[in-house]
């Protein structure tokens, strides 16, 4: 969507001959600043709004067979009104709620799931558990108090809260290529009971559902006081813009390089808050691909400045660290880095889009000679991948992505694209020589993740970007 919105500026600015590249970027930079910058609104109002109402009336609740009423005079556990009613439908089935935003999680790990229930009509939940492998669950009655069926690997317990109200908690200890968790709350009519026809009136009350890891209850805090913030991490960030991380991610990296470089000739504030905040923003989407690209983007320019200009080196050298420490603080961006890390090395995580790419990887190397050197065109080429790999995907790798339609043709014609923009360098050690260098690394390594030219979002981008780095004559 961004490139499509930057062409009219590129458009006017042309058409009274007066193009420069530079501008062009400078203004799409800001341009995705206002954007990132509304993103964090956006996402700040959901998470209060969520915060603030009953978490079961939640699009993240899936309801099935029943449906939630939000009851304002029945009071919840700490004293205050608000609860929510799990009421079943009338038809034969289950009557539960599924918490559909699984939360990522760690294999061979302990994990606990609690709810707070009460007694309405029925007496009887199940509450299940499932990790992208096991799919069990326990029996608790909300009655009398007690635990009931638990299926293997699961412990469950039950603590009183007074005025009815009971916290039910499942425990259970992750599978080896876990990788996700949920939270599934079902009416029974009896122990070990699953599905009955509902009579559309009868339920139980629930209120404050969490998943926590290890084996015992945190304290729990109403929500206003517990913000759940996974608005502000990858998917959900970019919801309001409905864009693939991975490509909006090659902007941010882009306008990152470009300012960066910007600043060191205009040494504006404006300049480095840029910078600054479209890094946070960068760790946040957490794009492995971008991540990567960005680092190696900083090592090479902190190497190119390090005896050319001492306040530059210091200046990268600050926001590598930024970048790294805003790695470690966010505990999703950290887990997902381990996951990917793990995945790779040892194989683990079978249900990542890292260890799909290995597979593809595999696949593609077990083509037949024939099909590497001249390729099998992009119908065929995917049917074959999918033939090796049993996945519905493409390459997810622009050489390999070439490889398998063109062959060793279509690579080296790939090649000489993308290393084309080096042979308008006048001088490297301008900033647009600079930038120049750094775009081709950028794009580089992101081809190695991406099919980024099989996609709109990537041709329009790339191309838009590789035909401004022609204007050799740049003054910033």
Known sequence: ?????????????GIKNKFKANRIIQLFGYLITIVNLFLIIFAIIITIKNATSNQFI????????????????????????????????????????LYKSQEKIKPETNYIRSVFLKK???????????????????????????????????????????????RCSVVNKTSEMANQERLQITLVKGDGKYKYKGDGVSGIFVWGGELN????????????????????????????????????SLYIVTVLVFFLLMFFTKKRVV???????????????????????????????????????????????????????????????????EQSVETVLFEKNKKLSTYKRILVLKGVLDFDKEALVLGKGNVNGERLLREKTGLDLNAHNQYLQALISSGIVGVIFLLIYLFSPLYYINNLKTEWGVFTVCIVIVFSINFLFESMLNRQWGIVFVAYIYSLLKKTSIKW
């Open 1 to 13: 969507m961004l490139p499509f919105l930057a062409l009219p500026v590129v458009f006017f600015l």
């Open 271 to 337: 300049d480095l808050l840029v910078i600054i905040f479209n890094t946070l923003i960068l760790v946040l989407i957490s794009s492995k691909a971008a991540l990567f690209s960005f680092i190696i983007v900083l090592v090479f320019l902190s190497t190119l400045y390090i005896r050319k200009s001492k306040k530059h080196f210091f200046l990268l050298l600050a926001v590598l660290s930024i970048f790294t420490i805003s790695i470690l603080i966010f505990p999703k961006v950290k887990h997902r880095i």
């Open 58 to 97: 939640s699009d993240l609740w899936v309801k099935t067979g029943a449906k939630i009423v939000v009851l304002e005079t029945e009071t919840n556990p700490v004293g205050k009104n608000n609860v929510a009613k799990l009421v079943e439908g009338s038809e034969y089935g289950l009557h539960d709620l």
């Open 120 to 166: 309405s009509e029925r007496d009887w939940v199940l509450i299940r558990q499932y990790d992208g492998i096991t799919h069990k669950g326990i029996w608790f009655n909300i009655s009398e108090g007690y635990v009931g069926k638990a299926q293997k690997g699961l412990t469950g317990k039950i603590e009183s809260y007074g005025n009815g109200w009971f």
């Open 213 to 248: 890891e290890g084996k015992n209850n945190k304290s729990y805090l109403p929500s206003q006081y517990n913000l759940n913030f996974n608005q502000f991490y990858r998917e959900n960030l970019l919801r309001p813009l409905n864009t693939h991380p991975s490509y909006y």
